[in-house]
């Protein structure tokens, strides 16, 4: 895959100062701006363009950012642990986020937005290949029998993306 990430402006959101150092790290190739409150990612948000958004869900209400980040067509990608359910998986897609990921896997964030970048790239959708990658991962999480509380809306994501 080509490296896609280096050169490019993320922000990273986290009310958890550790996350941010940590993800920071991971992503020296590009140029990272950080928050750890939603007042000040919305105003990063709002004055400044970044090619990634990373947003926690939890503690910086990550949903009204994706808004934001949303109605200035740029790239968000949730990124939780406390949120990590079903529910949230689908309120991120519906919402507009490119992906969503679980923070026990932040070691491969760098690969995870090369991914992510690569579908735009090529006119694919965020989200295709997404129930491939991670599906044993939430069906280990979850149990494997996780996307039948709501059938129809897993029929109709094949569909979707």
Excluded at 15 to 26: N, S
Excluded at 44 to 63: A, P, T
Excluded at 114 to 131: D, I, T, Y
Excluded at 150 to 157: A, L, Q, S
Aim: negative net charge.
């Amino acid at each position: 895959m080509e490296k896609l990430l280096p050169g490019k402006r993320i922000l990273i959101v986290d009310d958890e100062l550790d996350v941010l150092e940590a993800l920071e790290e991971l992503l020296t190739m590009c140029t990272v701006a950080k928050a750890d409150s939603f007042q000040a990612a919305k105003e990063l948000l709002e004055n400044e363009r970044f090619d990634i958004v990373v947003l926690d869900i939890m503690g910086v209400d990550g949903y009204e950012l994706l808004k934001i980040a949303n109605s200035r067509n740029m790239v968000a990608v949730m990124l939780t642990a406390h949120a990590l359910s079903p529910e949230n998986i689908k309120k991120s897609f519906k919402g507009g986020a490119a992906s969503y990921l679980p923070k026990e896997e932040i070691s491969e964030i760098a690969s995870f937005l090369e991914e992510v970048l690569q579908a735009k790239n090529e006119g694919r959708h965020f989200w295709s290949g997404w129930l491939e990658k991670w599906g044993d991962y939430y069906d280990k999480r979850f149990g494997p029998e996780w996307r039948c509380s709501d059938k129809e809306f897993w029929e109709k994501f094949k569909y979707w993306i």
